[in-house]
């Protein structure tokens, strides 16, 4: 950002020589203005390029990426608008490590795993945000997708030891911007999105973003279609030279056709087309409605202190019928349905409560954090299974409109109250020039209840969990970092065990080591890293019942890389590539030991690559590909069922007419790759998309 100053050469002498007299006779003169530009990135900003340099996902507090004692992967939102997508997944491809799980038929950002273990959770400005079934998040409010490996617990909580995501949002920004974007797709797809910051006075205190999209989308599956409108105004007030308030909302309405997918007969595609709907079109879509407010209020003490103070709100309901497929049957081309109602609503407070500090202690300088936090999440959720035959479908040649089921309603039907307190420290310490360290401890309490409505049996627990986190980076050279960790993290387990006794929780720990390096001249930020991560308290089935107990274990190591770069003015790049062995090592009967964790594969990588023209007519154009593998996969856990591997090929490209008209045109899966993206079992999988294309025309007013 640049600064102003208007220096009087009348003024300095005054104050320097102290004359009255002489001050008169010298005439007032003006110095030319002097622009001082910084090339400081904000770790809430956006980012040039690909190539982030500081992330506050990591630690809470503003550090540069090369100092931070584990891998981290910064995916900007520049990465969303050059590949054409709307879809968070879509970004996690780049993160290295990060692999799709059960996404609810299309709902939401249900489940994904990182370095091996699948997780639930993902954060939004350091919120949680995956609390219920939220709808996915939206790229027309994303500035950057943040992926800190391995246990983060210490700092945000419990959460599987794989790792973690956080959104970070866009922000009011000093200049007044509007930008314009409409786009069209194979299918019928069509999206709107706007953005505008406008200061809202003179002195630029007060600063105001609207972000909104409007989508209308077909799919290549038959019968399955969405519709979204997504608003986020945001605001803030520098309320005074020390004190900034910035308040924060999310309103989202989106509608979908619940999509399990496409059954594998004998675990195979089969001749199963890809388009193929197991569901009944008339039923209709589910809804889900999602709205959040939150508020950060920030105090700077003095030059070393800063008080935090925030609060976050959110509430979503969910509700409507779908018809599921299940197994295939004994003739080998039908298969019995499920006709379901589903009505959810849920809604969860947070409030944090942090001090952060530099100070010196001997000839070490520390960075402290000393954080609170309280969260108190209610959800009501009712799923109720209409029975009345069995409402069955040809998987080869399907018929829709046979009659609904309309015998007799069974299901679940409970109430869920989680409350935790926690409080965390953390201190980054700088023993040297070349030596930094991380120490991280986090103290959760954490109380559960369930009502279960069906057979009216209220089921509680609670647990209190200590969680650590240590690291260690050493600057080799100005260009070479090494850096090791240990974290451990915990994650409650729902339901009662057979003796009506609650289980323990899940409780992990991961080791890291790695090395971090800056080459060509700081253009290209590279991470090699390797891990090791164990969890135990894993529930399993106990055999002939219906009744689980925690004993079981997982393992997940391996390796992977990620790099982010500006290699010359003209080529961004952003890759990964990782492997990763994950296996029960205590398992059962259903799982047993030595089996593959569902959905992980272990390699896979990602390219992304961009020439944008620097000169000529075609100065600001740019031309493109991306390349993704994916290696094979379980497809059922326990189970031999696999997903094949895949590799997909992009093309991508930009003609920017003038400076405030640019038209886009994607095309993906050029090969047309047949492929399975997911699945949760061989009746439930989820083909990938066939080649298809996007425009798009964006307007910079």
Do not use: C
């Not at 939401?108 to 919120?127: A, N, P, Q, W």
């Not at 983060?152 to 922000?171: E, F």
């Amino acid at each position: 950002m640049s600064s102003l100053k208007r220096i009087s050469a009348a003024s300095l002498a005054l104050g320097l020589l102290g004359d009255p007299a002489l001050a008169e006779e010298i005439q007032p003169l003006e110095l030319d203005a002097i622009n001082v530009t910084s090339d400081y990135e904000s770790p809430t900003g956006p980012v040039s390029g690909y190539r982030a340099t500081r992330s506050a996902s990591a630690t809470k507090t503003d550090t540069a990426l090369r100092d931070v004692p584990q891998s981290i992967s910064v995916i900007p939102a520049s990465v969303l608008k050059d590949l054409g997508t709307t879809h968070v997944e879509r970004a996690l491809e780049y993160a290295g490590g990060v692999s799709k799980q059960n996404n609810f038929g299309g709902l939401t950002l249900y489940e994904y795993s990182v370095r091996g273990f699948t997780t639930s959770e993902f954060y939004k400005d350091g919120f949680s945000a995956n609390r219920g079934y939220p709808s996915t998040p939206d790229a027309a409010n994303i500035e950057r997708i943040e992926v800190l490996k391995g246990p983060a617990a210490s700092l945000y909580g419990r959460g599987d030891p794989g790792g973690t995501v956080n959104i970070v949002t866009k922000k009011p920004q000093p200049e007044a911007f509007t930008t314009l974007q409409t786009s069209a797709g194979s299918w019928d797809r069509y999206r709107t999105a706007l953005d505008v910051n406008t200061p809202l006075d003179a002195e630029g205190n007060v600063l105001s973003r609207v972000n909104l999209a409007v989508e209308d989308n077909n799919s290549f599956r038959d019968h399955v279609d969405s519709k979204r409108v997504f608003v986020a105004p945001s605001l803030s007030w520098q309320l005074n030279p020390d004190t900034r308030l910035l308040v924060e909302s999310e309103i989202v309405r989106h509608s979908s056709t619940f999509d399990r997918g496409v059954v594998a007969p004998n675990n195979r595609w089969s001749g199963v087309s890809r388009s193929t709907f197991l569901g009944e079109p008339n039923d209709g879509d589910i809804d889900n409605h999602n709205n959040m407010l939150q508020a950060a209020l920030e105090h700077q003490l003095n030059d070393a202190w800063q008080l935090r103070l925030a609060s976050h709100y959110k509430q979503g309901e969910l509700w409507g019928f779908a018809s599921e497929a299940r197994p295939l049957n004994a003739d080998g081309h039908t298969v019995n349905r499920r006709y379901r109602e589903r009505d959810n609503n849920w809604h969860d407070s947070i409030t944090q409560l942090e001090l952060r500090g530099l100070f010196d202690l001997g000839p070490w300088q520390h960075e402290l954090l000393i954080g609170t936090e309280y969260e108190d999440y209610r959800k009501n959720e009712r799923v109720t299974t209409i029975a009345g035959g069995a409402y069955p479908i040809d998987i080869y040649d399907p018929i829709y409109g046979q009659p609904k089921p309309n015998g007799t309603r069974s299901g679940t039907d409970f109430f869920e109250h989680v409350e935790s307190r926690a409080v965390n420290l953390q201190d980054q310490i700088v023993f040297t020039d070349e030596l930094r360290g991380l120490l991280g401890v986090r103290y959760e309490h954490f109380e559960q209840s369930i009502d279960n409505h069906v057979n009216d049996v209220t089921s509680r627990q609670r647990h209190d969990a200590l969680t650590q986190r240590a690291g260690l980076l050493y600057q080799l050279t100005p260009e070479v970092g090494l850096f090791t960790n240990i974290s451990t993290s915990f994650k409650p387990n729902n339901g009662l065990d057979a003796d009506g006794k609650t289980f323990n929780p899940e409780e992990g720990v991961g080791y890291e080591a790695g090395i971090k390096s800056e080459l060509f001249g700081n253009r290209l930020s590279t991470t090699l890293a390797a891990f090791h991560i164990e969890k135990e308290n894993v529930l399993t089935q106990v055999a002939g019942t219906d009744f689980s107990r925690a004993v079981g274990k997982a393992r997940s190591q391996g390796i992977d890389l990620q790099m982010t770069g500006q290699l010359t003015d003209a080529v961004r790049v952003i890759g990964a590539f990782a492997y990763i062995d994950a296996e029960v090592t205590k398992g059962d009967e259903v799982i047993p030991s030595g089996s593959r964790i569902l959905g992980v594969a272990k390699r896979s990588g990602s390219l992304l690559g961009v020439y944008e023209f620097q000169d000529g007519q075609l100065r600001g154009s740019d031309l493109g590909a991306a390349f993704t593998y994916v290696g094979d996969r379980s497809g059922e856990a326990g189970k031999d069922f696999e997903l094949p591997a895949y590799h997909t090929v992009d093309l991508l490209a930009h003609y920017k007419a003038s400076d405030t008209v640019t038209v886009g045109l994607n095309l993906n899966n050029v090969f047309d790759e047949k492929y399975y993206e997911r699945s949760y079992s061989n009746y439930w999988v989820t083909p990938g998309d066939p080649r298809n294309f996007t425009v798009s025309l964006t307007l910079d007013l």
